[in-house]
Each structure stands twice: as structure tokens, then as C-alpha cells.
């Protein structure tokens, strides 16, 4: 078996600030997401990457940067955290062969 | 582009009756239709998927059917128990040039005693 881990688990920023979420996989999947988490809105995709060094924007990627420079690993950056913002953050990896995705346990956020 | 319709956000039932949480999509591209479910305080999981248009599939007692005809993939199990109690995303994936992967917004379904 496998695991994703995400770092920090609870993130508190101030406004304006740039944050950055990590996510490393163990999978040795290719596909990696960010999605993020909002009551009453689902999971909505911010970056997705099929491989080292690739990224692919979702329809939630204004406000965000994200990085994959190793297959392992994928952080996304809030660019300017806004007041009150409150979200989770989930990091997923996908295995090919049974096309499911695995998910982390989230980044709960807070600015203040 | 791409889109998944949950259009429950709650739905309560009491326990032993059926269960039914709709799911509609709008895709371009041949596809795969998911149900994954998140728990309280736990990370969500695959619950079934399904790419093949009117075959039945089944798991952990949750049963869905892919109709393209009607861009449908509703999630039914005979009898509630309380376990089932969690958050529950319909999900579509295609190949754009990497499997993007889209959910809907979730139905939270409560079942009590």
C-alpha cells in the first residue's frame, strides 16, 4: 500500500500573505491533483499534473501557482491569501490501472 | 467543458429505507462516471465507477448505472443503515490530454435511527 501526506494539516495565514500546501505521494503514481473543498460547493479542481514537471490548470487555478518538480511530490501556492478566506485543501494521486483516485487528508486553511 | 450535477445537498432518510442521490454530467468526450464518499473526518474514497452505458455496478451494497442516453448515473441502495451517513460526490473523467478529473457538489446524506 500507499500513502499521500499533506503538510501542513492546518495552515493560518494573514491576508495578502503567500502560502504554500505540500503533497507527497508514495504511490509512484503519475497524476497528481489540487482540489479544493468547499461546503456546499464540492471539490473544485485547481492544478492537476500528469508527470515531472507538468501542469495542467483546472477551473479553479486564478489566485493559485503550483509546482511539480519530482513525480513524488506537488505543492500548490495561494498567491495572496484573502481575509476570512476558509477552505480544505485535498491532494490526490491516480492510479492508471484501476483509474481511482487516491486522496490525502487535507490542509485545512484560515486567514485572518 | 466539463460538469457533474448533484442537485441534493442534503438528503435525510431514516434507516432501512431506500437510498437514491442523483448525479447528471455534461462531457463532450467518452467517459467514466464515479461515486466516491467521504466520511466524517476521513479523506474520500472510491465508492463504484462505471464507463460501460447500462451495465449495473455494484459495491458495499450501493449499486449505479451509466445511461449515456440520459447523461445519468444515480446512486441507489435498497436499505439505509446508519453508517452510510457521510458526503457522497458524483465524479467524470476524460482523457484531455492527462485524465482531468471533475466532481460535483456533494450530497450529504444523514440517515437516523
Known amino acids: 500500500g500507499g500513502i499521500i501526506t499533506q503538510t501542513p494539516k492546518f495552515l493560518i495565514g494573514q491576508e495578502g500573505q503567500k502560502l504554500t500546501l505540500k503533497c507527497q505521494q508514495n504511490?509512484?503514481?503519475?497524476?497528481m491533483y489540487w482540489y479544493r473543498q468547499d461546503s456546499g460547493k464540492g471539490l473544485r479542481l485547481i492544478y492537476y499534473s500528469i508527470t515531472e514537471n507538468d501542469l495542467q490548470k483546472g477551473d479553479l487555478s486564478e489566485g493559485y501557482d503550483a509546482s511539480r518538480e519530482k513525480k513524488s511530490s506537488f505543492s500548490l501556492t495561494v498567491t495572496s491569501a484573502q481575509k476570512n478566506e476558509m477552505a480544505v485543501f485535498l491532494c490526490a494521486s491516480r492510479r492508471d490501472s484501476q483509474n481511482t483516485l487516491y486522496f490525502g487528508a487535507g490542509t485545512r486553511l484560515s486567514v485572518l | 467543458g466539463d460538469s457533474v450535477t448533484q442537485t441534493e445537498g442534503l438528503v435525510t432518510l431514516t434507516e432501512g429505507l431506500p437510498v437514491m442521490l442523483n448525479c447528471t454530467y455534461q462531457t463532450a468526450y467518452s467517459t467514466f462516471l464515479f461515486w466516491y464518499v467521504q466520511h466524517l473526518n476521513e479523506a474520500p474514497k472510491l465508492l463504484l465507477k462505471?464507463?460501460?452505458?447500462?451495465k449495473r455496478t455494484e459495491h458495499q451494497g450501493f449499486h449505479a448505472t451509466l445511461h449515456k442516453s440520459s447523461s445519468s448515473f444515480h446512486l441507489q441502495k435498497s436499505s439505509a443503515q446508519l453508517s452510510d451517513s457521510a458526503l457522497y460526490y458524483c465524479?467524470?473523467?476524460?482523457?484531455?490530454?492527462?485524465?482531468?478529473?471533475?466532481f460535483g457538489s456533494g450530497t450529504r446524506l444523514l440517515v437516523s435511527p
Open positions: 462505471s464507463s460501460t452505458d447500462n
Open positions: 504511490f509512484n503514481h503519475d497524476t
Open positions: 465524479a467524470l473523467s476524460d482523457w484531455t490530454g492527462g485524465y482531468k478529473v471533475v
